[in-house]
């Protein structure tokens, strides 16, 4: 395979969209294009438009490109932006803002901000398998600064009353996972850790007396930061920790406000990134690539109703 290890080789590479299309089909379906429809292998190519194929099921008979049932379906930017736009988004430290992507592909801001939503869907993992052995819980308050409050609402408010909480496990030595959760109460937080941490593991968390019913499901080490207790030889939760400082400063640094809505996504380009932390440019492109199926229509995204 072709190596982009860097952003000029990257742009020489994918200067056409011809070039992109046939990347993103050897991607998608390998040497077997097969029917985003029914499924189906048995296809053709056109003759007289090599982008488009039909499926030779009696029954569906569709007519198709690579980017049907993509992120890309649909969409008025040429490939080679999408890709430009995705090879940043996935090798920035911190990411992008879609102000910073409109003036880079001479593209409006409203598009850029719609196009990065969809590349962050594609940094998301849509199977996260159970993470095991020594597993760092934690939650963090994330967004809404207090002093974007108006005057006249801040009375009898907290600090973290404008933010949203995000529940993280993250694997020493391996990924994190995030979930975005409505509060932090007991229930709350034991049901995300069964959903995110693989029974028997080791699980460390702080002091947050939630995480101690897990004891049965989990060998439990705890830290108490209250009393000012951070590290107790293996058991401590610095790896979480560093994980919320690199979202934070992502997001109260390059977005600057980020909706309770959309903060799930933010979440899951900065896992992404941490997630291929030691892997090649190249193959974090690849990687998002390689997961373009699934819509993201711009209506679901700012949640319109829909038209009658
Ligand atoms: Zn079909």
Known sequence: MKTFASLLQFQKHFD???????????Q????????????????????????????REKECRKKFSVTVGTIYENTKIPLTKWFLATYILTNHSKGISSHQLAAWLG????????????IREMLTDKSPKLLEGMVEVDESWVGGKFS????????????????????????????????????????TLVDAVHSTVKGGSIMVSDENSAYKSLSKTFVHGSVHHGIGE?????????????????????????HHCVSPKHLQRYCNEAGF????????????????????EGRLKYSVLINKPKRK
Do not use: M
Not at 16 to 26: D, G, S, V
Not at 243 to 249: D, G, P, Q, V
């Open 16 to 26: 056409t969209n011809e070039k992109c299309r046939a990347y993103l089909e050897q």
């Open 28 to 55: 998608r379906w390998g040497n077997t294009p097969a029917c985003p429809f029914c499924g189906s292998t048995n296809v053709c190519r056109f003759k007289n438009d090599s982008r488009k194929f039909k499926c």
């Open 107 to 118: 593209i409006t801001q409203k598009s850029a901000w719609f196009l990065n939503h969809r």
């Open 148 to 187: 974007n409050i108006h005057k006249s609402k801040k009375k009898g408010k907290n600090h973290n009353d404008n933010k949203t909480i995000v529940f993280g496990a993250l694997q020493r030595g391996g990924k994190v996972v995030t979930k975005i959760v409505p509060d932090t109460k007991a229930v």
């Open 230 to 254: 951070y590290v107790n030889g293996p058991i401590h939760t610095n790896g979480i920790e560093g994980f919320w400082s690199i979202l934070k400063r992502q997001i109260n640094g390059i």
């Open 273 to 292: 990134r941490y997630n291929l932390r030691t892997n090649a440019q190249d193959e974090k492109f690849t990687t998002s690539i390689q997961n373009c």
